[in-house]
């Protein structure tokens, strides 16, 4: 999982409460994303960032906000979880040059609120 | 919605045969690439095709773009037990951008 961490990797958590998943990456890329994925859906875009403090909403971004003040750390915050934020939630960077466009991914936070 | 779609949604073929699946999307595209997801791991990179390009290859992988149907085909010959995975294509659009958009994927099971 070429230098991407997630934490922590499994929670289960009450309806109302917040959450921080947080994302790590030692490959110094500029671009982080945060996925969720539920079946049926396949990979949808939460939030992404495109550098540090440069943040932009994704497909499904209500209920979410990120925050990035270092390029190897993009946290995603559940404000107040609720049971439809059930998912498994993906990290992944990109560094977007003309050579180097593919994304690499962490290997998932599974969250669950009850 | 953004998303492409995939088809088929599952696919089970025996050992040693041919697996193709499909990808179709909405907009302009930069390149399109395909990605497998074993269960319950991250997604892995696969092979990247740009715009201009309509047939590409690596190892037992041969993909296809047609952008005038805004599709792209994926092929797994002589295809392993080990190849059973979800198979998910995304896009870069080309307006500048940084988004990726996934499709929903297909699921495939290569029997033994």
């Known amino acids: 999982d070429a230098g991407i961490t997630q934490s922590p990797r499994h929670k289960v958590t009450e309806t109302g409460t917040p959450v921080t998943l947080r994302c790590h990456q030692t490959?110094?890329?500029?671009?982080m994303y945060w996925y969720r994925q539920d079946p049926g859906h396949g990979l949808r875009l939460i939030h992404y960032?495109?550098?540090?403090?440069?943040?932009d909403k994704g497909e499904v971004s209500d209920g979410y906000s990120v925050s990035r003040s270092k390029t190897e750390d993009f946290l995603l915050t559940l404000e107040s979880a609720t049971s439809s934020q059930t998912s498994v939630y993906f990290c992944?960077?990109?560094?977007?040059?003309?050579?180097?466009?593919?994304?690499?991914f962490g290997p998932g936070t599974r969250l669950t609120v009850l | 919605s953004q998303q492409g779609e995939e088809d088929p949604q599952a696919l089970s073929i025996q050992e040693g045969e041919n697996a193709t699946m499909n990808c179709s999307y909405k907009?302009?595209?930069?390149?399109l690439q395909w990605y497998r997801q074993n269960s319950g791991r991250g997604l892995v990179h696969l092979i990247l095709?740009?715009?201009?390009?309509r047939e590409k290859h690596s190892g037992r992988l041969r993909v296809t773009l047609d952008t005038s149907k805004k599709s792209s085909s994926l092929l797994i010959t002589a295809s392993r037990a080990a190849d059973t995975a979800s198979y998910f294509c995304?896009?870069?659009?080309?307006?500048?951008?940084?988004?990726?958009?996934f499709g929903t994927g297909t699921r495939l099971k290569v029997l033994a």
């Open positions: 992944a960077i990109s560094a977007l040059t003309a050579s180097m466009d593919t994304q690499y």
């Open positions: 907009t302009s595209i930069n390149n």
């Open positions: 095709i740009r715009s201009n390009e």
């Open positions: 960032s495109y550098g540090v403090k440069d943040t």
């Open positions: 490959e110094n890329h500029r671009y």
């Open positions: 995304a896009t870069v659009a080309d307006s500048g951008t940084y988004k990726y958009i």
